[in-house]
């Protein structure tokens, strides 16, 4: 297919990040069809010109076919199930999945889709919801070149930083990468911000300061922040930051890897689950540690 020829996009997952993605799209001029299993949750879009398609119809109906879901499972049913998209999507057409999932079902789903002529291409997304809304997402591919050249100028609509890393799965071993290094900075930002509230110092200086040095990052600025704030609403929900983390930590068992830092991480965001925060934002992770320390920092504005 020439990218000529791509006039109608289809979306599966129109939750926080997929729908100022979609948006991007719409703004760009493209047909849009949409599908989210809480069809409230496009009522945004469908307002400013998608349509609204149950999923085979969706397949049928799109030149490509973005998923942007919460698990590996939803993914392996939406494509492979009973009721798959591959087998209703258009020949030559293609598929690309921003879901954060399992490199080996990015295999599976790149092999099933050869089979119904139909080019796959896993890429997950970092950036959160600012990334998002700001079109500055990075955007980690793992596919073919002729795959990744059709897609481009698509995916450059939302994204700054967009690279072919290899075959299927590597774009989601180069996810797991990443969510290896949030989940430790994560830790380092509210122990930070912890030591600097018993100092004394202002939080809010502080934060403007140090992001402008060595220990930078958008954890510490725009996390941060919101953790000053007690904003703990979710540009990335709980429940799924701990299920990139159990598939990085299942990988690294496949390799032969003990990552310490990350299976500690991930039991501070279990412990948050249990008070309840499974669908805060990955910044919440600070109320573990101040119940740990008997403090409270910021407040709310």
């Not at 289809?10 to 997929?18: A, K, L, N, R």
């Not at 069809?39 to 490509?64: I, M």
């Not at 967009?162 to 797991?176: C, D, E, S, V």
């Not at 948050?272 to 805060?280: D, I, K, P, S």
Request: proline residues 2%.
């Amino acid at each position: 297919m020439a990218q000529s020829a791509i006039k109608t996009i289809g979306w599966i997952g129109t939750g926080v990040m997929g729908k100022s993605m979609c948006l991007h799209l719409l703004n760009a001029g493209f047909q849009l069809n949409v599908y989210n299993r809480t069809a409230s949750k496009a009522d945004e879009l469908v307002s400013k010109g998608a349509k609204f398609l149950a999923p085979e119809d969706l397949a049928k109906n799109s030149d490509v076919v973005f998923l942007m879901l919460g698990y590996p499972h939803d993914v392996q049913q939406m494509v492979l199930g009973e009721q798959g998209i591959l087998k209703h999507m258009k020949k030559g057409s293609l598929l690309i999945d921003h879901t954060t999932s399992a490199p080996s079902l990015a295999v599976e789903i790149a092999a099933e889709a050869q089979k119904y002529g139909i080019e796959s291409i896993d890429a997950p997304v970092s950036g959160g919801d600012i990334g998002a809304r700001e079109a500055r997402l990075a955007i980690m591919c793992g596919g073919s070149q002729a795959a990744f050249d059709l897609a481009l100028p698509i995916l450059q609509k939302y994204g700054a930083n967009i690279q072919l890393l290899g075959g299927a799965g590597a774009g989601q071993h180069t996810k797991m990468t990443n969510q290896i290094l949030l989940a430790s900075n994560m830790l380092g930002v509210v122990e930070g911000l912890l030591y600097a509230h018993k100092a004394g110092l202002d939080l809010d200086q502080v934060i403007n300061l140090i992001k402008t040095g060595a220990a930078s990052s958008t954890a510490w600025h725009v996390l941060g922040s919101r953790m000053v704030k007690r904003d703990f609403e979710p540009g990335f929900y709980v429940e799924h930051f701990i299920k990139d983390m159990d598939i990085a930590l299942e990988e690294a068992k496949r390799a032969n890897l003990c990552l310490p830092g990350l299976g500690l991480v991930k039991q501070f965001y279990h412990a948050l689950v249990a008070q309840g925060g499974a669908r805060n934002g990955t910044q919440a992770i600070i109320k573990v540690l101040e119940q740990m320390n008997n403090v409270q920092i910021g407040k709310k504005q």
